[in-house]
């Protein structure tokens, strides 16, 4: 493997927001990370405003390896700790790892071998999702019929469409690319390092920032191995979800739609990405709220401009289920289309006809 240029400075930047993290998932990602058959690497963790016991108990952690660069800042939320670690970083390439996840041992050493004999800058594995009974679902990576996947060219320029829209261009031969998370991708900070996360998106941070890298490069490799744990901690703050964070969301959604726009993304790519986002918040609220309270939601975000993003959505580009080309016809109508989408994806019918009726009575 090639040596990089600077001899003082670490292969890898391993990039983590901390605040108040669970002791109990914070130490099974620091084994992890600590694990990791490649060596060459240095930790920035950076702790956002934690109470004391979590930020003294991060201090000692540095203090127990000369890897780990422990940051103290105020409470800026996931995007600042990242940034501030992107400024801080070293390394010729660089990853992210949350703090109550882990990853899988061959993760640093497999994706840095793949960008030093490709050349590309970014390189792309899979994450499989733990639940708190401890089990792992792994057959979607077992389904997957190649070992990797070179994305170059107009295989590439399709892949960014597929990545925006959520699902898969018809006639492109091209799988849906996952962009959704920035775990587990590593990046080459030389041409990529002064991409920042976006403050104006709270809770889609993740989506925008890949899109934004994914427009400086012309070529990336997806790697068909398991480099992740997500663990499905409900306690954690980066994963609970409540109404203030899902109209967040939509606000999220707002700045997202216009920024891709803005740079060149086709529009009903990105509007097909919004819709599959906004079906995301009412399936969530819809298992939260009671019939009435969703129903004064639902009437609320009414009045935004989403039916005027949903009618740029020409599903014919894509390959989408009837029932899917159903639910959008059904929005794009515009009348009760919020309960059109409840109507869908809610499991309990006989709930979701009930919340059709409180909207009748409105």
């Not at 261009?169 to 976006?198: C, N, Q």
């Not at 990336?220 to 994963?239: A, Q, R």
Request: proline share 2%.
């Amino acid at each position: 493997m090639e040596k990089h240029e600077d001899s003082r400075s670490p292969m890898l930047s391993v990039i983590t927001p901390f605040y108040n993290t669970d002791l109990r998932f914070f130490t099974a990602c620091v084994s992890s990370v600590l694990n990791q058959e490649y060596k060459d690497f240095e930790w920035i963790i950076v702790d956002d405003g934690s109470e004391k016991k979590y930020a003294d108990y991060l201090d000692d952690l540095g203090m127990r390896d000369g890897r780990i660069r422990i940051i103290h800042q105020d409470n800026g939320g996931c995007s600042a700790a990242r940034n501030t670690a992107l400024d801080e970083a070293r390394g010729r390439y660089y990853t992210f790892v949350d703090s109550d996840d882990t990853v899988e041992p061959i993760f640093f050493s497999h994706a840095i071998d793949e960008l030093e004999n490709t050349g590309v800058d970014i390189v792309y594995g899979y994450l499989v999702r733990e639940q708190l009974d401890g089990t792992i679902d792994r057959s979607k990576i077992d389904k997957i019929p190649w070992k990797k996947r070179h994305f170059a060219g107009d295989d590439f320029k399709m892949a960014v469409r597929s990545a925006i829209a959520g699902e898969i261009i018809k006639g492109s031969g091209i799988e849906k690319l996952d962009a959704y998370t920035v775990a587990p991708r590593v990046y080459r900070r030389s041409v990529l390092g002064d991409v920042r996360f976006a403050h104006e998106c709270k809770y889609s941070e993740d989506s925008l920032y890949n899109f934004m890298t994914l427009q400086k490069v012309s070529s990336l490799t997806v790697v068909n191995e398991c480099w992740y744990i997500y663990m499905n901690n409900s306690s954690s703050i980066v994963k609970d979800v409540d109404e203030q964070k899902q109209r967040q969301n939509l606000v999220d959604m707002s700045y997202y739609y216009n920024y891709l726009i803005e740079h060149g993304a086709y529009k009903s790519d990105v509007a097909l990405k919004v819709f599959h986002m906004f079906v995301t918040i009412i399936r969530v609220l819809s298992r939260q709220m009671s019939v009435m309270r969703l129903r004064d939601f639902l009437l609320d975000i009414s009045k935004e401009d989403f039916y005027f993003w949903f009618s740029h959505i020409d599903a014919k580009q894509y390959e989408v289920s009837s029932q899917f080309s159903y639910l959008l016809r059904s929005c794009q109508s515009g009348q009760f289309w919020c309960v059109a989408i409840l109507l869908k994806v809610h499991p309990y019918i006989k709930r979701a006809k009930n919340i059709v009726k409180a909207l009748k009575q409105k």
